[in-house]
């Protein structure tokens, strides 16, 4: 069975950190692109960043400087460290998988594996 399991959210005060893992198992996902997105209520599901099989990296604009995507492909883990939080953050986190290996997406379509999430809540 593939899983892709989040951990490391929580609630923090502004201006603090929260590292993200998202662990893969059932297969490996280091030849495909990897994602970030976040969901807040009543919002859409949106990226924040993105790392391609080969360590390339994108970021949505208000996050730039501040969150860094990273990936141990031995570990099949990906990692997204967020610094300076801010409560406008606040949302469920989700890691995702590429359809297709070697490609890259910003859209959440073109994932097809998805973890459960992760609460990331940031008070003031």
């Known amino acids: 069975q593939v899983q892709l399991v989040e951990s490391g959210g929580g609630l923090v005060q502004a201006g603090g950190s929260l590292r993200l893992s998202c662990a893969a198992s059932g297969r490996t996902f280091s030849s495909n692109a990897m994602g970030w997105f976040r969901q807040a209520p009543g919002k859409e599901r949106e990226l924040v960043a993105t790392i391609t099989s080969g360590y390339n990296t994108y970021y949505t604009d208000s996050v730039k400087g501040r969150f860094t995507v990273s990936r141990d492909k031995a570990r099949d883990t990906v990692y997204l460290q967020m610094n300076s939080l801010k409560p406008d953050v606040t949302a469920v986190y989700h890691c995702?998988?590429?359809?297709?290996?070697?490609?890259?997406?910003?859209?959440?379509?073109?994932?097809?594996?998805w973890g459960q999430g992760t609460q990331v809540t940031v008070s003031s």
């Open positions: 995702a998988a590429a359809r297709s290996p070697f490609g890259a997406s910003l859209t959440p379509q073109g994932y097809g594996y």
